[in-house]
């Protein structure tokens, strides 16, 4: 008998939304879609407050 069970997966998604939800819910689906995972965890913070103008407005960076 195997006691084996399925690993419950997470993406950390982190605070790539930039606080607008439909960015978040498009990060979901594509958590879901192309990684398979149970569930997704967020970060929320005011990032205008700990960073500088020109480092808020630079384009996020893709891996």
Do not use: W
Not at 26 to 49: M, P, S, T, Y
């Amino acid at each position: 008998m195997s006691t084996y069970k399925k690993p419950f997966v997470i993406a950390e998604i982190g605070c790539n939304h930039k606080g607008d939800m439909a960015i978040a819910k498009e990060l979901i689906k594509v958590a879901k879609i192309f990684c398979n995972v149970d569930a997704v965890k967020f970060q929320k913070r005011n990032n205008k407050e700990l960073l500088t103008r020109e480092q808020y407005n630079m384009p996020h960076p893709n891996p």
